[in-house]
């Protein structure tokens, strides 16, 4: 009988171990709290998936116009060339060869 509880140490290990359960149910919900659910994530992804396609979409588009513009400058090279150059150099190119022969 020594090791028979009383009906007050009985009480108080039971409330003691209900405390302990309600605590621990506690921090559960705590942790809860803090989770995402599953649709909210998957709606989260697809936001992300679609601003990763958007940055992918101007990512291109900037390098078309860079093309663009490398063409353009190209085509202008060649114009300046064309244009301007080359006349000047048939009017001065024959001045110096007749001043040479003179």
Do not use: F
Request: aromatic share 0%; proline share 2%.
């Amino acid at each position: 009988m020594a090791d028979d509880l009383t009906l007050g140490e009985l009480g108080r290990r039971l409330e003691a171990g209900l405390s302990d359960i309600k605590d621990d149910v506690h921090q559960l919900g705590l942790r809860l709290d803090g989770k995402v659910s599953a649709d909210v994530l998957r709606l989260e992804q697809a936001a992300q998936d679609e601003r990763h396609k958007a940055l992918a979409d101007q990512v291109i588009e900037m390098r078309k116009a860079r093309e663009l513009d490398a063409k353009t400058l190209r085509d202008t090279r060649r114009w300046l060339v064309g244009v301007v150059v080359v006349p000047i150099l048939a009017v001065i190119l024959p001045l110096l060869l007749t001043r040479g022969k003179l």
